[in-house]
């Protein structure tokens, strides 16, 4: 019976130890949730506004301190902002407000949260009589529908989507009290 000498025992356990370490390292490239605070949300939003509309080709609609919050009935997240409305047909500026919500989606196309089916849950203005106020409605809705489309509640960050030399991609969102946490997959 031949007995290894110490040195080659030793070589033997590299690639047994080598082995080990890898199936560690891979299991720690698996799904991976990230916590997004909402005040981050908010600082991203708040960085895209004021933002300013024309609609229905006569009304000039400026949407600005936008405010996010968390909905806790089926992942939906809030959004008001205060409105300034311009427009020929009025003799002078008018103020209010919007508030709407929509359900969080990923857009992996721009590495991105976005709302979809939106609705305006309320929008007032001060001072406009009801034939403007149903016109004005009718111009919101066209902002409130360009403003989904266009502008992301959130922009993942290139740290966020490669972690370990492993490129990851957003898969499902969900709110918590304090924000959102997302689910992470790695990139087959």
Not at 3 to 16: A, D, F
Not at 142 to 167: A, I, K, M, S
Not at 172 to 182: K, S
């Amino acid at each position: 019976m031949q007995t290894i000498s110490r040195p080659r025992r030793g070589l033997l356990l590299v690639p047994l130890v080598a082995a080990a370490l890898l199936a560690g390292c891979a299991g720690l490239t698996g799904p991976r949730e990230v916590e997004v605070p909402l005040e981050r949300l908010q600082r991203g939003l708040e960085e895209r506004f004021p933002l300013e509309q024309r609609a229905l080709g006569v009304f000039e609609l400026q949407l600005s301190r936008p405010r996010l919050a968390i909905l806790r009935d089926n992942d939906r997240l809030g959004l008001s902002a205060d409105v300034a409305v311009t427009s020929p047909l009025l003799r002078s500026g008018l103020q209010g407000s919007v508030m709407l919500s929509g359900r969080l989606q990923v857009d992996n196309v721009r590495n991105a949260v976005v709302l979809s089916d939106a609705r305006i849950d309320d929008f007032s203005v001060g001072g406009a009589g009801a034939p403007i106020q149903g016109q004005l409605t009718a111009a919101a809705n066209v902002v409130v529908d360009r403003l989904v489309r266009d502008v992301p509640v959130y922009h993942f960050r290139p740290d966020e989507l490669r972690y370990l030399g492993v490129q990851y991609v957003p898969t499902t969102i969900h709110t918590t009290r304090n924000g959102l946490n997302v689910r992470f997959e790695p990139v087959k």
